[in-house]
């Protein structure tokens, strides 16, 4: 690859978006990570989290136009996948710049979300079991009260997000989607091929062992695949536009 491209990441609800961080010696040289941090976490840890999920996705699509000039891909896993889509769909207004794909992890698609995920997880205990459940939250985070109480109040922010999401039933992104999922998380099949709905371009859905957090549990291998799909992808948009002067 000649240049890089630049591939914005999206945490999962109740998580940093450092997560990531480890990546940048794994990929390509080519492939830029750019971790995406929310409010209340990480280093914006003396921010309120924002619980309204298009007030979000106006804010992150704002705060990240620097770093979305040039040829660039939105990555997101679980509720990060939920923003992904938020933001490729924002970002269709007029005169703004489209991302080369759309990659989502480990979530339903955004018509075929369960209204229900969240209707009984409002209090700390409800939401530790749901932790416990998805697994991917480091042991020392449970045993430590500073850590739990951090996690659950951004867990539970995050929620109110994905719950106030809102399907409107848009054309097509105009762009590929890559979908990848974990053959054992419990989220249904047919749930994620749905996805293929929302593909305006090529679309692509890999499956991995694992979970929720298969992502971790095969890292290697799905990152090889990761950069095999965003490869192909920058490598045909390349062409079209050599074609096209």
């Known amino acids: 690859m000649e240049t890089s491209v630049s591939l914005l990441c999206l945490p999962c609800a109740g998580a940093s978006a450092t997560m990531y961080l480890r990546w940048r010696p794994l990929l390509p040289r080519w492939i830029r990570i750019v971790p995406v941090e929310l409010p209340g976490r990480g ?146 099949a047919e749930r994620i091929y749905a996805w293929s709905a929302e593909a305006g371009g090529a679309f692509s859905l890999d499956w991995f062992g694992g979970g929720h957090f298969f992502i971790r549990q095969q890292e290697t291998a799905f990152l090889a695949v990761l950069s095999q799909r965003l490869g192909k992808v920058v490598a045909r948009d390349r062409h079209a536009s050599h074609a096209l002067a």
């Open 43 to 188: 280093s914006r840890l003396a921010e309120s989290p924002v619980e309204d999920f298009d007030s979000l996705v106006a804010q992150l699509c704002a705060e990240q136009a620097e770093a979305m000039r040039g040829e660039f891909a939105i990555f997101g896993h679980s509720m990060g996948a939920l923003l992904a889509y938020g933001m490729a769909c924002r970002l269709r207004s007029p005169g703004r710049a489209l991302p080369v794909a759309l990659l989502a992890s480990g979530a339903a698609a955004p018509s075929r979300r369960d209204p229900g995920r969240f209707a009984d997880k409002t209090d700390d205990a409800s939401l530790i079991a749901d932790l416990r459940k998805q697994g991917g939250t480091p042991e020392e985070v449970f045993t430590s009260a500073e850590l739990m109480r951090l996690t659950l109040d951004v867990l539970g922010a995050d929620y109110r997000v994905c719950e106030g999401f809102r399907y409107a039933g848009e054309a097509p992104l105009p762009m590929p989607v890559h979908v990848f999922a974990g053959r054992d998380d419990d989220i249904e």
